[in-house]
């Protein structure tokens, strides 16, 4: 299974970037779907999560409301459209795909809980 995220660039505060994934290999279907980001020195926190169906989403506080995550099963692929980017948003963006949940479970929001992983897209925001 193969992750490929893009979608990143250089944006001035107060903008938008949209995140795209794209998974080959595996059934994309069978996957919940997370975004994860990482600064330089700092642990790896999550961002958002979507569930197998599409149906669930979850985010962490600092951007609810301004990020939305979303999927498109025939297209195999996740998204992360992002609003209002503030500087403390600046990161490389992961995503990631959860082989183990369940249909009827929620997205999860904890890394171990992620099996396959792209090779992250910088997302740069200016003041």
């Known amino acids: 299974v193969q992750l490929q995220a893009s979608g990143g660039g250089s944006v001035q505060a107060g903008g938008s970037l949209r995140l795209s994934c794209v998974v080959s290999?595996?059934?994309?279907?069978?996957?919940?779907m997370g975004w994860f980001r990482q600064v330089p020195g700092k642990e790896r926190e999550f961002v958002a999560a979507?569930?197998?169906?599409?149906?669930?989403?979850d985010y962490r506080d600092s951007v609810e409301g301004r990020f939305t995550i979303s999927r498109d099963n025939d297209r195999k692929a996740v998204y992360l459209q992002m609003n209002s980017l503030r500087p403390e948003d600046t990161a490389v963006y992961y995503c990631?795909?959860?082989?183990?949940?369940?249909?009827?479970?929620?997205?999860?929001?904890?890394?171990?809980?992620?099996?396959?992983w792209g090779q992250g897209t910088l997302v740069t925001v200016s003041s």
């Open positions: 990631a795909a959860d082989s183990r949940v369940i249909l009827s479970s929620p997205p999860r929001s904890g890394e171990k809980d992620y099996t396959y």
């Open positions: 290999g595996g059934t994309f279907s069978r996957y919940g």
């Open positions: 979507i569930s197998r169906s599409g149906r669930t989403t």
